[in-house]
């Protein structure tokens, strides 16, 4: 019977996340979908996951003035046993709600807000590891204006290439490979920044890189990567996918 089903709230439920929760559910080995409730939000009207719940909202950006009020809304109507937030940003809103309003329904499987914290922003990441000496990669961040001789050192015990990435960025967008100090440097003066070993083999990835000095394949695979990135142009694909409606 439907009331006795558990009540799952997917936030987001349009991203990789939120597929792979589907996914499991319904993975035919081991079908466990129709033993729960599935309600969705998104931003999104169109994502093909909204239409794989039983019901789904239309949520405004997570950022917005408007969210809190309105997942508050969502939570209280559709009462949910389990919140699972399918983005880092949510995971952060969805515990700061939490926390101004304990009448809210939901079990939220997170830890405290500063343990949150500490999964979205890489920089606090690397300093949870040091100070409970947990294995990281060797990590750097300008701390003062004149920093050029500890990124000299760092670089110095890493070797090249090694890993810009956004402090609190996510799904490895904005993530590139440095190769050399005028690139180190670029990325150094950028404060949204912060650098990192690179922990595969090295001759591997030079050798992919140097294969992007020329043409550019339309599908690449990072070696020792699973992740196949497809390069494209975001404006004409966006333009020919809006064409299709």
Known sequence: MSENKIKILIVSVGSLVGQNILD??????????????INGTNSLALTANNFRCDECYLVPPTVSDEYPKIMKEIIRKTRPDLILSARDADTFALKKLKLEDDTLPGQL???????VNYALDKWESNLFCKKYQLPFADSFIREEPNDIDALAKFIKRTGYPIVAK???GFASKGVFFIRSWEEAIQFYERSEYMLQEYLGKADDVNAYLSTLNGPKPLFTETPGCRIIRVIYQSAQMETSVKSLF
């Open 166 to 168: 956004p402090i609190k």
């Open 109 to 115: 499987p997170y830890g405290s807000l500063n343990s």
């Open 24 to 37: 499991a559910l319904e993975f035919s080995e081991c079908y466990r979908r129709n033993l729960v409730r």
